[in-house]
């Protein structure tokens, strides 16, 4: 594939995450795809990723997450995008529901093979995302 289809299947990719569509993903992913929640914490297969995000997305009543910008070399597409959720409601044991809301940056480095996402590294500030929703 042509650096621009990576780009667009990146973008159907995020758009399915946003919908929520996690059956979307089975054709967009390979076989061997790694989810990376941060540094060297491997999830693999679409079921890790659905188990590692899921959660953090429905802690919210709705969220959006849109790529602000992509930049793309070889089998690479590096994604710089927002999660703006709206309404904590209280999913997470350790922080009462409360209504705020949450956004923050994030950076996915995703990595292509056969046409297809295998891996995907994600970078980002949990702390903020803790701060943002207890002060």
């Known amino acids: 594939m042509s650096i621009e289809e990576n780009k667009k299947l990146v973008k159907r990719f995020y758009e399915a995450i946003e919908r929520m569509d996690f059956d979307a993903l089975q054709d967009m992913v390979h076989e061997d795809f790694v989810f990376y929640a941060q540094i060297d914490n491997p999830r693999p297969g679409v079921q890790g990723l659905i ?4 959660p953090a997305f429905e802690a919210f009543d709705s969220f ?9 070399e070889g089998d ?3 994604a710089y995008m927002y999660f703006i959720g709206k309404g904590y409601n209280g999913s997470n044991p350790a922080i009462p529901a409360n209504g705020r809301d949450c956004r923050i940056s994030l950076m996915h480095l995703l990595t292509f093979k056969d046409g297809k996402i295998v891996e995907k590294r994600a970078h980002f500030d949990n702390a903020d995302v803790v701060r943002q929703i207890t002060e």
């Open 76 to 78: 690479q597409v590096a």
């Open 64 to 72: 959006e997450f849109p790529v602000v910008s992509m930049v793309a």
């Open 51 to 54: 188990d590692s995000e899921k």
